[in-house]
């Protein structure tokens, strides 16, 4: 879902956490206010932000607005609640004479609600995250959504004195369109630009951030030239003292033979990797104009997840007669505004698709499907920094959706983690009405608050954890 990571900046991480998770806070809160109210609950405060209190705002229909020094949010105070968990007998008095100081002569604690209304107060303040969601994502597909228009290709290498070197064409070029046209591919541009012999070809690429145009004359000789093509490996990423490693390949380096046999794919090269297992084996590499062989021998029993050589590999590929060897790059797309009926079921669609991602992690984790790294915990800090990006790329990119879409998807996962059915938690509160309903009478509240409070220290301390792991390893370090 957080395909945007770009880097990490300490102050847009600092404005991402003020402009996505005290906003979403918030709203969570107002659900809840505006739940109890339908249901006659008397709130006594709604605070922005925790205490300790700077001041008192202005009274609304018996509630206290309050400005409080902590800006984590907000809160809503019912009476007989204290936030996390309900009050004993002794306490809802108190709640109750303090109403009564204020002229509030009509009092309802939360505990005088019925089952169902009790529900809808707690499950409030999701809904009200769930709400918000499909609004912003509403807005996202009004704004525009990406329709994929063609591919690009990534230029490893251009040998030198070739007809493209000689047209500009250098290593790590993106070319996006040849004559003016995109192309689905790779595999079509090439067979397009075989297609051009004798004809003007103007290239668009992409290079350092900026595009530029290449054009190309063809040579007399190349229609009359084979156009050989092979399959190759590229290395994207190399395990320390791994035995690709110990024999000097490098990142970048372009596996064309295997013990003198070509490679006829990725698929290929692991079967020969596996085949040879143990023994020595010959890779003939290629490192810019220069090719050399390279020996070493696959471990038979690697450790998890770094493979017999110890490497990362990716397609490439290589025309002769155009003596390049290039790879798919990225989709090239643009932006389509949706109609509104249209853009409210992307709303609705995005928000479950979140909700279903979300509650699929822990089966994809113990599937393997997914690592646990890639399911790592974010706190506040963490989501603050993966909201630094998404600001940043919203403002280079001078597209509002990447923040907003961002936004959308941390108010559902709020809204969903609160609904969880544990101890302090909304969802764990909606657990001990139900459980009421089956028993026909309530959980002592002094139990119940107890199992709470002891929810609320493990949370805490969990968080805690977190945020540590957040700060001295951040999440955007993970994406390159």
Do not use: C
Request: glycine share 10%; proline share 6%; net charge negative.
């Amino acid at each position: 879902m957080f395909d945007f990571l770009l880097g990490n900046d300490p102050l847009s991480g600092i404005i991402a956490f003020f402009l996505v998770l005290i906003p979403l806070i918030l709203i969570h809160e107002i659900g809840h206010f505006l739940a109890a109210k339908l249901a006659g609950i008397t709130v006594l405060e709604f605070g922005i932000g925790f205490p300790p209190r700077i001041t008192r705002l202005f009274t609304w229909r018996e509630t206290e607005f309050t400005l409080n020094w902590l800006p984590l949010g907000g809160f809503v105070r019912p009476l007989g609640d204290d936030i996390v968990r309900p009050l004993d007998g002794e306490a809802v008095e108190h709640d109750r004479n303090e109403a009564l100081s204020r002229n509030i002569q009509m009092t309802k604690s939360v505990s005088e609600a019925t089952p169902l209304q009790r529900i809808v107060f707690l499950s409030a303040g999701a809904l009200a995250n769930f709400l918000t969601a499909i609004v912003l994502f509403t807005i996202v597909a009004l704004g525009g959504l990406p329709e994929r228009i063609g591919g690009s290709v990534e230029v490893i290498h251009v040998a030198a004195g070739s007809m493209l070197a000689e047209a500009g064409l250098q290593d790590g070029d993106i070319i996006l369109n040849l004559n003016g046209q995109t192309f689905e591919d790779a595999a079509r541009f090439i067979e397009r630009l075989q297609e051009m012999d004798g004809q003007p070809v103007s290239l668009a690429i992409q290079r350092e951030n900026r595009e530029e145009p290449v054009t190309l004359n063809f040579t007399p000789a190349f229609a009359d030239t084979p156009a050989e093509t092979g399959a190759y490996a590229q290395i994207a990423g190399i395990v320390p003292g791994a035995p690709a490693d110990l024999a000097g390949i490098q990142p970048g380096d372009i596996v064309t033979a295997f013990n003198g046999a070509p490679i006829n794919s990725l698929d290929h090269f692991k079967e020969l990797t596996q085949q040879n297992a143990g023994d020595e084996i010959t890779l003939a590499l290629r490192r810019g104009d220069e090719a050399f062989d390279v020996s070493l021998i696959p471990r038979e029993n690697p450790p998890e997840g770094q493979g017999a050589m110890g490497i990362v590999i990716w397609p490439a590929f290589g025309v002769s007669n155009l003596s390049l060897i290039y790879r798919d790059g990225f989709a090239q797309e643009t932006y389509v505004p949706q109609p509104l009926d249209k853009a409210l079921q992307y709303g609705f669609d995005r928000v479950g698709y979140v909700v279903a991602t979300t509650a699929s992690i822990p089966a994809q984790l113990v599937s393997g499907a997914l690592t646990a790294d890639e399911a790592r915990p974010v706190s506040i800090v963490g989501l603050s920094q993966i909201g630094g990006v998404a600001l940043q790329q919203s403002i280079e990119e001078g597209r509002p959706g990447v923040i907003l879409n961002f936004i959308g998807v941390i108010s559902v996962a709020l809204g969903f983690f609160n609904l969880l059915p544990l101890p302090a938690l909304d969802g764990g509160r909606i657990l001990f009405v139900l459980i009421e309903i089956v028993r026909g009478r309530p959980v002592a509240p002094e139990r119940e608050g107890l199992i709470h409070l002891v929810g609320l220290v493990l949370l805490l301390s969990l968080s805690a954890i977190v945020i540590l792991n957040d700060v001295l390893n951040p999440i955007t370090n993970l994406i390159r």
